[in-house]
Antibody
């Protein structure tokens, strides 16, 4: 059974940092593109970033470029999102998902982790 | 960036009704479009990809069509478990973008 389990969310002050993790199981993680998608409270879905199987290619949504860094550890079947210089508008549920190739659809999703940026 | 526009933003329907949701891309995306269903407090669930390919395990009452800039998701006979929010997503180019969502409500 495919499982994606996010962790690391919480309350952080504006300007602060947070590192999200996503533990994967039930599929060949090292052969999969992986992505982060977020959803602000009561709002729609927004793609954040993705990463190639070997980590050699990474793409970011414009508003997080230079502040967020996506990475992975294939030995640990884990995906990460380092978030720095957090803003109120980064408040959202963050989902990790498996992406079926570069610029593709997302077939498996985690349950999400809530990040709240507030003083 | 490619803008994805869904319509309507909400629709009220009864069990057994046929429901159609449209998604328009701001530029040509061939057939690189996916549809997702999201229920309250849950992660999105992939329904259709490549405009018309049904994801494994998804009931056949869901279908997708279209190419270029105009796409449609159809639910042939609405079931109680189908009341949810539906999103389209373009898979043509970065940044990947979603439509604003269509809420399917009980009439």
């Amino acid at each position: 059974e495919v499982q994606l389990v996010e962790s690391g969310g919480g309350l952080v002050q504006p300007g602060g940092s947070l590192r999200l993790s996503c533990a994967a199981s039930g599929f060949n993680f090292s052969a999969s593109w992986m992505t982060w998608v977020r959803q602000a409270p009561g709002e729609g879905l927004e793609w954040v970033a993705n990463i190639k199987q070997d980590g050699s290619e990474k793409y970011y949504e414009d508003s997080v470029k230079g502040r967020f860094t996506i990475s992975r550890d294939n030995a640990q079947n884990s995906l990460y999102l380092q978030m720095n210089s957090l803003r109120a508008e980064d408040t959202a549920v963050y989902y990790c998902a498996r992406e079926r190739g570069p610029a593709s659809h997302f077939d498996y999703w985690g349950q999400g982790t809530l990040v709240t940026v507030s003083s | 960036d490619i803008q994805m526009t869904q319509s309507p933003s909400s629709v009220s329907a009864s069990v057994g009704d046929r429901v159609t949701i449209t998604c328009r891309a701001s530029q040509v995306i061939s057939r690189w479009l996916a549809w997702y269903q999201q229920k309250p407090g849950k992660a999105p669930n992939l329904l259709i990809y490549d405009a018309s390919t049904l994801q494994s395990g998804v009931p056949s009452r869901f279908s997708g069509s279209g190419s270029g800039t105009d796409f449609t998701l159809t639910i042939s006979s609405l079931q109680p478990e189908d009341f949810a929010i539906y999103y389209c997503q373009q898979a043509n180019s970065f940044p990947l973008t979603f439509g604003g969502g269509t809420k399917v409500e009980i009439k």
